[in-house]
């Protein structure tokens, strides 16, 4: 007999609850990357049930200084409203940038080379970090502890294995560990969780004018996919049958094939 929609989300919870622990208990100075979207909310929400409704560690968010006018408003209210200790660090421009990056991949590298940049300044041995193994081919090959060198290089040659929910958190000197609670859950897991749970969303995930946004990242690198979903229950519904790859609005996700690799091999989110 298959499982009901509920117990998936109690062990999805379960699990995530778990490795927020963990990465709490074994690393000496962790911080919980908030990009805003659905997922790092969704992530935001589990760290509060894992610490009895307080996260004991700051969000932060890597700020490229372009999203969404709606991703400011509810990042400012939510911060106050979950008792976040919030941080926001700006990424460098555009000139500071590997040139030999495609258009919206270079522009979206900012944000790599910002949390470098913030790593160093606060000197964080772990960052959570709210990816999923369904959203890109290159983010399937990552591991739950995914350590990063000294520079933030991510060596998907080299990753360690993860058996029976024994993680490596030990992360060699000078270097970093990503910490992927919900890399486990699908986009139909997050909006099924977020209905359930009434975790707020910002309102562009909704259709508006027949259009909504699937992904959301900077405004000028970002476009929203064609959609009647105007409601949470509609958009589990749609998410039942629809072809269309999650991050189809992402600009960076159509140029190079290689883009993306280079990316996360860098130290992209």
């Known amino acids: ?9 109690d062990e999805l919870e379960a699990q995530s609850i778990f490795i927020l622990r963990e990465a709490f208990a074994r690393l000496n100075k962790i911080a919980l990357l908030w990009s805003l979207g659905k997922d790092s909310n969704v992530m935001i929400w589990l760290a509060r049930k894992a610490f009895f409704g307080r996260v004991p560690f700051p969000a932060m968010h890597v700020d490229t200084g372009k999203k969404f006018p709606e991703m400011y408003a509810f990042r400012d209210r939510y911060a106050k409203e979950w008792g976040l200790d919030f941080i926001a660090e700006e990424c460098p421009p555009i000139d500071a940038i590997d040139p ?10 900012r944000k790599t080379e910002g949390l470098k940049l913030a790593l160093a300044k606060h000197g964080f041995d772990g960052v959570i970090a709210g990816i999923r193994r369904d959203e890109e081919p290159t983010r399937a090959k990552e591991r739950v502890f995914s350590p990063r060198g000294a520079e933030g290089i991510w060596d998907v040659r080299d990753q360690p294995p993860e058996f029976w929910n024994h993680f490596n958190a030990s992360p060699p000197p000078g270097a970093h560990l990503r910490i992927h609670p919900i890399l486990h859950w699908t986009e139909a897991d997050i909006w099924a969780y977020t209905r359930r749970e009434s975790i707020p969303i910002i309102p ?10 699937r992904s959301l990242g900077d405004m000028d690198i970002t476009s929203p996919v064609a959609s009647d979903a105007s409601s949470i229950d509609e958009i589990i519904a749609e998410l039942d049958s629809t072809k269309v790859p999650e991050r189809s609005g992402r600009a960076m996700d159509h140029e190079s094939e290689d883009a993306f690799e280079r990316l996360r091999t860098a130290g992209y989110l």
Request: proline fraction near 10%; charged fraction near 25%.
């Open 1 to 9: 007999m298959d499982r009901c929609p509920m117990e998936r989300l």
């Open 100 to 109: 030999s990056l495609p258009p919206a991949a270079r522009s979206a590298a």
């Open 204 to 213: 562009l995930y909704l259709s508006k004018n027949g259009q909504r946004y």
